[in-house]
DNA sequence: CACGATACCTGACTAAAGTCAGGCATCATG
DNA sequence: CATGATGCCTGACTTTAGTCAGGTATCGTG
């Protein structure tokens, strides 16, 4: 009764007999599920056709049709694209964007029912983005971005947290040597950020300096991305960003306390070399050559 | 991007895109969905066509042709109820037994492919676990069950390893009172399994004594269902046992380690009694008159 | 500016799911 | 044993989703 196939198995059924208790929001307001579909798709900031098409999987004929029902309805509106008058651009309309909002309510009425359920919110919470980033898995992007966004400065918050959880001694940013935004951006270095849909799951730097090779810095992953296998992609995403920047040697510092990153690094390629900083909170310092 | 509700959101998002994906085990063996999942209610054990019905949610008309065309597949046979000529009874025939086991051979391989996706098996499934069991929560039945049973069995060994890891000293049975199952039968006492679907996820026992008051046992809720208040529904289920075998004083012994078991009796009507017994783990006792 | 590629649209079709009214045995009850 | 209720079945229908083969306007390229 306990082997994990069955363990799985109990789960889908359970998530599949109540994905529509789970998000029946898209049903419940006398439309069909897929016009409902689009209209959320477009209300979250979608507006290509191509791409809620590819997005939603559906074929032309029908999201023509389906688009052709929302603006039949007065909901929707399309007009050719700013540079390329063969695609087609959909926006929602003032009555579009109402009924949009009301889909948006219903689904955050749901979930907050559901939470409230649970006493450890907290703990249902971690299981969920556990679940949701193993089932999205394929579809985790690595993008390079801006050091100073939103999604980046979220990540690196994480990150100090945890490494203040994790050392002894905690960790406090401004005795560390905190990389300035611009060696972690083109042409001197990158930042690339792990993202599920539209929540970042992990992050790392790469930092330009000047003394011929560049730094790995920052390899973050969030606690429910783990186990995924996303450290070693970013890693390699970083090498490639090097590379491209014409960059043929590594290096970085880490700390013994964070053992799986020690691991991930001898595993692939890098080899310890003696300090090259006097930063205080690393003891370990690798090198790879690419 | 990462309040609560969002969060949940995604995972209804995550979920809802991957329920193909989840257990595609109804698909590809050419039938549609709907002929699919009747063969699998009755492999799993439905017979009554109108459970099924219910089951599934179908419409009286709809299972009607969905039953003729299993039968025309010749997987399929019903005939009437041996006390209710108007109900009708399936059962499968020797070819639909194969092709139920064909559902569940790919059911399972797709549930070892989703598990290998992770590193961490382990908390993917405690992750799982702890969904279903909140998505399944008003579906958690408890019910008296035989203290040598497979269930009871198994929720003890569950409670002793987890006794072992909390307790500093860590924790042998056969040092303590393991209560006679004889005492936790009828008429002296109970055994309380809850069980969530096919799976126990928590327990409780109540044992008879000869000086004038039964005793709760073994009170536990698996790591999986915590937070959905089981353990007072579990308290309040041997209460209601105590009552009606006649039982007007009950009393535990517990260790202060257990924290939230402490906290779960003082705020149900317990207080705390002097040491009653000389077991060598408990150090704290409680009683509640019924 | 010819030409193939691309993005979207339309018409014609199919499969699946589901609804509804009515029909026929069978059952429980007075 | 008449009568209404129950359980299932059948026929006729609708809605939704999806496929596929063209068709038209636009784009990039030589």
């Known amino acids: 009764m306990l082997d994990p196939v069955s363990r799985v198995r109990r789960f889908n059924r359970a998530v599949t007999s109540a994905v529509g208790a789970l998000d029946t929001s898209f049903l419940g307001r006398g439309r069909p599920l897929g016009a409902a579909r689009v209209l959320n798709a477009i209300g979250h900031g979608r507006s290509d056709v191509a791409e809620i098409r590819d997005y939603l999987g559906l074929d032309s004929g029908l999201m023509s049709r389906l688009l052709r029902s929302l603006e039949d309805e007065g909901l929707v509106e399309t007009e050719a694209h700013q540079d390329d008058g063969r695609r087609r651009v959909a926006t929602l309309t003032r009555t579009g964007r109402r009924e949009f909002a009301a889909y948006e309510a219903l689904s955050n009425a749901q979930a907050e029912g559901f939470l409230a359920q649970h006493s450890q919110a907290e703990a249902l919470l971690a299981a969920m983005d556990l679940i949701a980033s193993t089932l999205t898995r394929q579809r985790i992007a690595l993008v390079e971005m801006e050091p100073r966004s939103n999604e980046a400065r979220y990540c690196l918050g994480e990150y100090y947290a945890e490494l203040g959880r994790r050392f002894k001694q905690g960790f406090d940013v401004s005795l ?6 611009k060696d972690m951006r083109r042409p001197r270095g990158s930042f690339i950020v792990a993202m599920s ?3 970042p799951i992990g992050c790392v730097g790469l930092k330009g300096t000047d003394h011929g090779y560049a730094e790995i810095k920052r390899l973050w992953v969030a606690p429910a991305a783990r186990g995924l296998r996303l450290g070693r992609r970013l890693m390699d995403a970083a090498e490639d ?12 510092d880490t700390n013994s306390a964070l ?9 692939t390629g890098w080899h310890e070399i003696p300090r090259f900083n006097d930063d205080p909170y690393p003891d370990l310092f690798f090198e790879k050559r690419l």
């Open 197 to 199: 849909d539209t929540l």
């Open 241 to 252: 960003a090097a590379r491209k920047l014409g960059i043929a040697l590594l290096r970085l």
């Open 259 to 267: 053992a799986e990153a020690g691991q991930l690094y001898r595993s």
């Open 176 to 181: 560390s040597r905190d990389p300035d935004a």
